[in-house]
């Protein structure tokens, strides 16, 4: 073999996989109105029609980005405590959402969800059902952990800091363009949470995460 030779990257072949991983990071990093098939076969670095050779069209396309997403959830296992389970689900499906936060629109919009997407509520259900929910109660439980995970998300992903630093930066802002006298209260949590570089936003997801659990050891109960 000569140098030139040895001096040429080998190509690696263009498949299925390549190409819904090349839509994520293309999504995670500048937003799913930014995935379109001519910036998608750049990054992949093929010519836009090479990549229905993998795919039949977008919504393929973004039917296979949703299931790699959701089979990146820490799945429940029935074999545990539900409350643990539902915990430790909750607590990845958030981890998981605010690192591709565009998914959070499509994981449940499919009107035919694959294998993947069946798995992911079965193994919920299962470990609910058989910690001891009714029917109805499981799906009750289900429903209210996915608005309280995804609204919360929602949440996160709108607020002006990422860091105690920056939000104690806002706070001192807000403070001091607002009069104490007229928002009194507003006034004690800045000045007695809000401004301390230490407080975590993310702990009041873990706060409120463990309310609705504690509702829903209750119920469960009841029935």
Do not use: C
């Not at 670095?45 to 229905?52: D, P, Q, R």
């Not at 990845?92 to 694959?114: D, F, K, Y």
């Not at 709108?158 to 104690?168: D, I, R, V, Y």
């Amino acid at each position: 073999m000569t140098d030139a030779t040895a001096a040429v990257p080998s190509r690696v072949p263009l498949n299925r996989e390549r190409v819904i991983r090349g839509a994520i990071e293309l999504a995670d990093e500048k937003g799913i109105e930014a995935l379109t098939m001519r910036g998608l076969a750049k990054r992949v670095g093929v010519e836009a029609m090479s990549l229905y050779n993998h795919i039949a069209d977008k919504e393929d396309l973004l039917g296979g980005m949703v299931d790699v997403v959701v089979a990146e959830i820490e799945f429940p296992s029935a074999e545990e405590p539900w409350r643990d389970a539902m915990r430790r689900r909750a607590v990845s499906a958030r981890e998981v959402l605010n690192r591709h936060p565009w998914a959070s629109s499509l994981i449940e919009a499919s009107p035919n969800p694959s294998l993947v997407r069946l798995a992911y509520p079965e193994a919920v259900l299962a470990s609910l059902r058989q910690g001891g929910f009714s029917v109805a109660g499981a799906l009750h439980a289900f429903a209210a952990l996915d608005s309280y995970i995804y609204g919360f998300v929602l949440q996160e992903r709108n607020l002006p800091f990422t860091s105690g630093s920056e939000l104690a930066s806002v706070g001192e802002a807000v403070a001091s363009e607002m009069p104490a006298d007229q928002f009194p209260y507003l006034t004690e949590v800045v000045s007695e949470l809000v401004t301390r570089t230490d407080y975590d936003f993310r702990d009041e997801f873990y706060f409120g995460l463990d309310l609705l659990l504690d509702a829903l050891e209750r119920v469960r109960e009841a029935e």
